[in-house]
Nanobody, 123 residues
Framework: QVQLVESGGGLVQAGSSLRLSCAAS????????MGWFRQAPGKEREFVVA????????DYAGSVKGRFTISRDGAKNTVYLQMNSLKPEDTAVYYC????????????????WGQGTQVTVSS
């Protein structure tokens, strides 16, 4: 069982930066691939970025590539999402998720989800 707790969301202006954190419980954090997804009001949950258990593989959605960076710290059991050059269209609830195997953008392959953190970008 893995519990995930996101933090770091907030209200910022366009062009600003935010760093989201996702703290994971459990001793086997390194064995889980992690992902960030987001969901805007009235829209389906969409893939943002994923990272393998080792951190050696990452995949980004085209809409965030070059602006967002995922990283993980095994000593802290935490995965981060650095978001730069934020745009109003990045406004959404951001969720982190854990999967036993690398799952990329396949939302249904993730086994555990956090409760989400709101990111609002004003124009």
């Amino acid at each position: 069982q893995v519990q995930l707790v996101e933090s770091g969301g907030g209200l910022v202006q366009a062009g600003s930066s935010l760093r989201l954190s996702c703290a994971a419980s459990g001793r086997t954090f390194a064995s889980y691939a992690m992902g960030w997804f987001r969901q805007a009001p009235g829209k389906e949950r969409e893939f943002v970025v994923a990272i393998s258990g080792s951190g050696g593989r990452t995949d980004y959605a085209g809409s965030v590539k070059g602006r967002f960076t995922i990283s993980r710290d095994g000593a802290k059991n935490t995965v981060y999402l650095q978001m730069n050059s934020l745009k109003p269209e990045d406004t959404a609830v951001y969720y982190c998720a854990a999967a036993r195997g690398y799952s990329g953008s396949y939302v249904n392959r993730y086994d555990y989800w956090g409760q989400g953190t709101q990111v609002t970008v004003s124009s």
